[in-house]
């Protein structure tokens, strides 16, 4: 009889180890379907694949100066007294406008009263003998010569009344130009030859750049050159006119001269040139469409059939909010924008409706 009831006893006393190897079991499974299921999804917006081209620039830094032929420099033409000085520094003028009044000096007021009373003496002279030869008291060739003594005062007395001897005279702009210096001051005396004012020619500035050597064979002269203004954000469009073909030894560069636009940029200006040399072609993709993997290589997303498929890419240039890609695409497939952040290879994807915004997908995406 107590062997009949210890088979029982034992059963009772192991029920609680097979109900603990039941429960490992069953977690075991739940373990292991976990691990076989689905990747989670991820909420995305996508925008078709598209090849297309962008412009390859170079870009250099430089100063706007005066063409070599586009300066003057205004000089006295006779010694004389400065009267006015209607200009200054920076100034830009238009052709004809007053520069500079000149004041005959002393020296220059008897050399100017010389000459008049020197052609006054002879053309008397002149009157004269053409009398005498009348009479048959001259001959020809002393009435030539009279008349050459004439001719010669003549030609001096003109000659500093064109030079603004015979009273005050005003140096004018020949042209719309720019003043650069001025050296004039009034009641001061200048000989002649003395330089008073620099103008250059409005339209004669250029921009002279510096490109680094194994980027100045791409440029050329004619290639179109998108000019800004150092700390500013408007452009100008201009074209490079001459390569030099010498590096300099001050900079390590090969200069470089850009025709800027009239009356736009003033000498001493600084400006930043970006230099169309050519075109990339390849995908154009936006910026944040190309992410960095843990390696430093670049990639993009792509949906395919709603999975995500991680390519490894090229960036053949950047500009702006623009990439120039290359790589193993699938032209048919769209490019994941928002959302590639959290894609992994394989992952399925559950797309944004259409118009949504970046902002609520990626609000989307991160919720899930």
């Known amino acids: 009889m107590r062997e009949r009831l210890a088979l029982p006893a034992l059963l009772l006393a192991a029920l609680p180890l097979l109900w603990l190897c039941a429960c490992s079991r069953e977690a075991a499974a739940d373990s292991d379907d976990e691990a076989g299921a689905t990747p989670a999804s991820v909420l995305v917006q996508t925008q ?36 006015q000085v209607y200009v200054h520094s920076g100034q830009a003028v238009r052709a004809g406008a007053p520069l500079v009044q ?105 921009l002279m750049v510096g490109v680094a050597p194994d980027a100045a064979g791409t440029v050329g002269a004619g290639n179109p050159v998108s000019i800004t203004p150092v700390g500013e954000s408007r452009t100008y469009q201009g074209r490079v006119l001459e390569r030099g073909s010498i590096v300099q030894a001050d900079s390590g560069l090969v200069p470089v001269q850009i025709m800027l636009p009239p009356r736009q940029f003033m000498p001493g200006e600084s400006a930043q040139a970006s230099i169309r040399v050519g075109d990339v072609s390849g995908y154009v993709v936006p910026h944040d469409a190309v992410l960095i993997d843990d390696n430093g290589n670049s990639y ?69």
């Open 300 to 368: 993009v997303v792509q949906a395919i059939d709603g999975t995500a498929r991680v390519v490894n890419v090229q960036v053949l240039d950047r500009q702006d909010t623009r990439d120039v890609i290359s790589g193993a695409l699938d032209a048919r497939a769209p490019l994941v924008l928002t959302g590639n952040y959290q894609a992994q290879d394989g992952m399925k994807l559950r797309f944004a409706p259409a118009g949504a915004t970046p902002a609520a997908a990626a609000a989307g995406a991160a919720a899930h």
């Open 102 to 206: 000149l004041l005959p000096s002393p020296p220059t007021q008897a050399g100017y009263a010389q000459a008049v009373s020197s052609l006054k003496v002879a053309t008397e002279a002149t009157q004269h003998t053409r009398a005498l030869l009348a009479q048959f008291l001259a001959t020809q060739q002393q009435l030539a010569d009279a008349e050459k003594a004439q001719s010669d005062a003549q030609v001096a007395l003109d000659a500093l009344r064109a030079q603004g001897a015979g009273g005050p005279r005003t140096l004018r702009a020949p042209f719309d130009a720019i003043v650069t210096h001025v050296t004039a001051t009034v009641r001061a005396l200048v000989s002649e030859g003395s330089p008073l004012v620099d103008i250059v020619r409005s339209n004669g500035l250029v």
């Open 48 to 83: 078709p694949l598209q090849q297309g081209s962008l412009p390859r620039t170079v870009t250099a830094y430089g100063v706007v100066q005066a063409e070599p032929d586009a300066q003057n420099s205004m000089v006295a033409p006779v010694a004389a007294q400065v009267g």
